[in-house]
Nanobody, 126 residues
Framework: QVQLMESGGGSVQTGESLTLSCVAS????????VGWFRRAPGKEREGVAT????????FYADSVKGRFTISRDNSKNTVYLQMNSLKPEETATYYC???????????????????WGQGTQVTVSS
């Protein structure tokens, strides 16, 4: 069983940056895709970025390409989401999620993610 815990959320102004962290426990291998998702009030959940723990390959939603960077530190069992140039419409609860995949797999934001964190709130004001 994998447990995920997010941190790093907060309130920022438009154009500012935040870095979210997702710490995993209970996982015994790097054969996971770990993704960041967000849900704004009244909207459906949206995939933001995901990364393969084994080789670091990343995939981004079009809406965040060039502004967000996902990375991992396997020695710390942590995945980060660096968010730059934040916009008010990106106010949401951000969730970390993980799914078991072969080490060669390309991660994407579709499909089922089996493990979820509790979320961290990001508020961007104009």
């Amino acid at each position: 069983q994998v447990q995920l815990m997010e941190s790093g959320g907060g309130s920022v102004q438009t154009g500012e940056s935040l870095t979210l962290s997702c710490v995993a426990s209970g996982a015994t291998s790097n054969k996971y895709c770990v993704g960041w998702f967000r849900r704004a009030p009244g909207k459906e959940r949206e995939g933001v970025a995901t990364i393969a723990l084994s080789y670091g390959g990343a995939f981004y939603a079009d809406s965040v390409k060039g502004r967000f960077t996902i990375s991992r530190d396997n020695s710390k069992n942590t995945v980060y989401l660096q968010m730059n140039s934040l916009k008010p419409e990106e106010t949401a609860t951000y969730y970390c999620a993980a799914t078991l995949r072969p080490s060669w797999a390309i991660c994407n934001l579709t499909g089922e993610y089996s493990y979820w964190g509790q979320g961290t709130q990001v508020t961007v004001s104009s």
